[in-house]
């Protein structure tokens, strides 16, 4: 189990934590959870596998908190969406774009995420699932009530949602940070998809 206090500054102990989260991303992604060592997540840091374990824990606890981060991730991206005006179309316009940024800034989380989650401990994954279906219920809301202003398409609600998140949620398999596409401009891209209002110039 990793240390319950940091012994360092808060800031440099989550960053370290980032890193090795990170790093086991990587391998992970690669060599799947089951083939994935710990050994190679620590010659990929150019860390000793005793720090791994003290900074995060073993093998089993890199993927859950692989998953918790994702499950910040979404909650985040909800939160300050909805936070971000109180009109509909002004919300789901941000919980694209942070929905997004997410997606393409953790790319290899999401990516391990959705690949390994059935070696999760039971208990995490009923954990992250619930947030997920409240994350999709509560999107779901905004599109109705944008759909009610007659500004999206007049579908089932529940197709348009899950198209609207899978869309977000499969960036990681295709965005490269080297393109000429930013995170904007790919939310941007995505909200002119689904015929969502522009921004409004108030």
């Not at 991303?25 to 005793?50: C, N, W």
């Not at 890199?62 to 509909?88: C, F, K, W, Y």
């Not at 992250?128 to 089932?156: C, M, N, S």
Request: net charge negative; charged share 25%.
């Amino acid at each position: 189990m990793a240390a319950a206090l940091p012994a360092e500054g808060e800031s440099a102990w989550e960053d370290k934590r980032r890193r090795i989260l990170d790093g086991a991303a990587t391998v992970f992604s690669s060599r799947g959870y089951s083939k994935g060592t710990t050994k190679e997540i620590a010659a990929q840091l150019d860390l000793s596998q005793p720090s791994i374990y003290h900074y995060v824990g073993a093998k089993a606890d890199l993927l859950r908190e692989i998953a918790l981060q994702v499950d910040r991730d979404m909650t985040t991206a909800l939160h300050d969406g909805l936070a971000a005006g109180s009109d509909p179309v002004t919300q789901l316009r941000a919980i694209i774009t942070r929905f997004t940024y997410a997606v393409i800034a953790n790319h290899l989380t999401f990516a391990v995420y959705r690949s390994e989650q059935r070696w999760l401990e039971p208990a995490v994954a009923e954990e992250v699932q619930l947030h997920e279906r409240e994350f999709v219920a509560t999107v779901r809301d905004v599109v109705e009530k944008i759909q009610a202003l007659g500004q999206l398409p007049d579908a089932p609600s529940s197709v348009l949602t899950f198209a609207i998140l899978n869309m977000v949620s499969e960036s990681h398999r295709w965005y490269h940070q080297d393109g000429s596409l930013d995170p904007a401009s790919v939310a941007d891209a995505y909200c002119k998809l689904i015929g969502l209002p522009p921004e409004s110039a108030d």
